[in-house]
Each structure stands twice: as C-alpha cells, then as structure tokens.
C-alpha cells in the first residue's frame, strides 16, 4: 500500500510566478490537510479539504493561495505571484474515513523562491 | 486561542537513558494527541498516538501519558538509541475538529 505521494519534491520558482504542489493520499482515504514548515520550525495546519469540499481553511493566507480536492487526480496546493516568504516545505497528510484524526505524511514539496 | 506549547526545544541523553518531552495545550476540547518524529529532510511520521478517553499508552519503547485536568501530556522514550536522534512534535487536534495545532518541536540527540 503505497504512502501518501507528494510531487514535485522539490520546486524552484521566481519571484511572481506560480507554484503547484501535488499530493495522492493513501488509497482508500477520502480527506487531505496541507501543512506548511517554515525553516527550523514546526508545521502549520493550511487547509482541510473532503473530494470536492473545502472543509477547513482557517490556515490559508487570504490571498494568492488555493486548494483543491477534485472527484479524479490529486489534490492541488497553488500559489500565484509567489514570494520569498513562500519558501518552505509543504507536507501534505490524509487519513481514512471514520479515523480522520490519524493523519499520515507525505514527504513534502520543497519551495524555494529565488 | 489555539496554542501548543513544547519543551525542552533542545534534549541530548546518553544512549541507554530515557527521555521526556511535554507539551502543554490550551484547548479543553482537544481530544487526541498524536506524536510525530521528523528526521532531517523527510517527513513526520506517526511514532504514537492518545485519545482523551485514556490517560496512558504505550508501544514498546515509546508510552505517552495525558493529564487532561493539568492540559499536558507527554512522550517517554525508554532505552535510547542513536536512531531515536531526530525531532519531535506534539500535536493536539482544535476544538472537535480534525486540524492538527503542533508544538514547536524537540531536537533529540541521543549520544553513544
């Protein structure tokens, strides 16, 4: 049973371009978080989202940044006009349903902002 | 407001020795407390978890203990290893809701 997949591991982007983060959860789970880590920091939760439902996304800038969760593919983290404050590791978690407080870990995206 | 504290933020144990790190969470409605340990580079990954219902667990070399009246709970690690050098972050879910609020973090070094 494969893990959570996140792609690309790592990414490099100029300042305002976008950036497109792609997360698989485990087979058979049907809820996504996106987390953010900053340097030598712990993570922050972004967004919570069900196939084809925002949940949660108390944790989202308000501007430049949306999720995603459609019926067929990945989830989708994207951030338009990035910025160097951008940099960061993204993790993405998923977990089944009826157990949805037990979050595994994908290996994160990587952003680095030049 | 949704806050996890965490120490000691740094922990270095003779290999063989035990070690503790607490956390402490201000949400009375929190109601699972999971364990991540995170090696440099890769991801968290789940080492232990507690439910508000229990007030202890444990997996071998690992327990974790909840005090829900005081609002902490901690990790013990018995034993140590060298490959137990890694970071570790406690989390609480918010409010009946599944968001993980995470403490800051531990660096364990275990010293052979």
């Known amino acids: 049973n494969a893990g959570v997949m996140q792609n690309p591991r790592h990414l490099v982007r100029r300042r305002g371009q976008e950036a497109r983060l792609r997360c698989s959860p485990m087979?058979?789970?049907?809820?996504v978080y996106w987390y953010r880590q900053l340097p030598e920091e712990g993570l922050k939760f972004m967004v919570y989202l069900q196939k084809e439902n925002i949940i949660d996304e108390s944790g989202m800038p308000k501007e430049r940044f949306s999720a995603e969760f459609p019926k067929e593919g990945p989830s989708i983290l994207r951030i338009q006009q990035v910025v160097r404050g951008d940099s960061a590791a993204y993790f993405c978690?998923?977990?089944?349903?009826?157990?949805?407080?037990?979050?595994?870990f994908g290996p994160g995206t990587r952003l680095l902002v030049l | 407001g949704e806050n996890v504290e965490q120490h000691p933020s740094t922990l270095s144990v003779q290999e063989g020795d035990s070690a503790v790190i607490k956390c402490t969470y201000s949400d009375s409605a929190s109601n699972y407390f999971p364990w991540y340990k995170q090696e440099l580079g890769k991801r968290p990954q789940l080492i232990i978890d507690i439910r508000s219902n229990v007030g202890e667990k444990k997996d071998q070399r690992i327990a974790v203990t909840l005090n829900k009246t005081a609002k902490h709970f901690s990790l013990h690690i018995t034993e140590t290893q060298p490959e137990d050098s890694a970071v570790y972050f406690c989390?609480?879910?918010?409010?009946?809701?599944?968001?993980?609020?995470f403490g800051t973090g531990t660096r364990l070094k275990v010293l052979a």
């Open positions: 989390a609480a879910t918010f409010r009946g809701t599944y968001k993980y609020i």
């Open positions: 087979k058979g789970h049907s809820h």
């Open positions: 978690a998923s977990s089944p349903q009826g157990v949805e407080e037990t979050q595994y």
